[in-house]
C-alpha cells in the first residue's frame, strides 16, 4: 500500500504564491498533481515522470512548476504555484501511478482570494 502525504494548501492573496508537498514511499512511474474546484470535474494540473518529464495543464503553464526529489526510501513532488488566481481555488490531490496501479492523496485545499 502507498501512502501520499500532503502539505502545503491554505488561503493566499491573487498573486501570491504556495508550495505543495506530496511524500510518498518507493517507486512510481508517474506522480502529479490533480485539482478540483466546488461542483467541477476533478482535473489534471501537472505531471511528472521518474525520468524528470513533465506535463501542464494549459491554464497553469507559465505560473505552475512541478519537480521532484528522488530517494531509496521517500519520493516527494512538489509544485510551486505563482501568480495563484481565484479561479485556482481548489482542492489539490496528490497522484502516484506505480505500473498499472493509481494512488491518491487525501487532498489540500487552496484558496486565493480577490
Do not use: H
Not at 474546484?37 to 501542464?56: D, F, H, M
Not at 494549459?58 to 519537480?67: C, E, Q
Amino acid at each position: 500500500q502507498v501512502q501520499l502525504v500532503e502539505s502545503g494548501g491554505g488561503l493566499v492573496q491573487a498573486g501570491g504564491s504556495l508550495r505543495l508537498s506530496c511524500a510518498a514511499s518507493g517507486q512510481y512511474n508517474v506522480m502529479g498533481w490533480y485539482r478540483q474546484a466546488p461542483g467541477k470535474q476533478r482535473e489534471l494540473v501537472a505531471t511528472i515522470t521518474y525520468g524528470g518529464s513533465t506535463n501542464y495543464a494549459d491554464s497553469v503553464k507559465g505560473r505552475f512548476t512541478i519537480s521532484s526529489s528522488r530517494g531509496s526510501a521517500k519520493n516527494t513532488v512538489y509544485l510551486q504555484m505563482n501568480s495563484l488566481k481565484p479561479e485556482d481555488t481548489a482542492v489539490y490531490y496528490c497522484y502516484l501511478l506505480r505500473v498499472v496501479a493509481g494512488y491518491w492523496g487525501q487532498g489540500t485545499q487552496v484558496t486565493v482570494s480577490s
